[in-house]
Nanobody, 128 residues
């Protein structure tokens, strides 16, 4: 199974932009679903966005649609989450995760425990 390395977090002002990257090692992202999850204090871990390299499908949390874009780069073995017009509620620790031979269905994030590989979290703090 792939090992994941997340990067790109930091402090950003509301309305600004940030890009997160999830790099795979020990394998490739070919035929995987890769997801970004967010954890905030006092709240459950929540799926933010997903991309499947099986069919190219993507999925987004409603609150980030139109602001975040997920993409994959097979040559670099990387999945990127471009975040624009970030809002205070985007603050949290972001984790990338991967599961083989999967799709980004409407309930893709309902069972985080089913995702096989997890990267370390990267903190995003949005300031007003």
């Amino acid at each position: 199974e792939v090992q994941l390395q997340a990067s790109g977090g930091g402090l950003v002002q509301a309305g600004g932009s940030l890009t997160l990257s999830c790099a795979a090692s020990g394998g490739s992202f070919e035929n995987y679903a890769i997801g970004w999850f967010r954890r905030t204090p006092g709240k459950e871990r929540r799926g933010v966005s997903c991309i499947s390299t099986v069919d190219g499908g993507t999925a987004y949390l409603d609150s980030v649609k139109g602001r975040f874009t997920i993409s994959s780069d097979s040559a670099k073995n990387t999945v990127t989450l471009q975040m624009t017009n970030v809002q205070l509620e985007d603050t949290g620790v972001y984790y990338c995760a991967a599961v083989p031979y999967s799709f980004c269905t409407t309930n893709w994030s309902d069972y985080p425990e089913g995702w096989r590989s997890w990267g370390q979290g990267t903190q995003i703090t949005v300031s007003s």
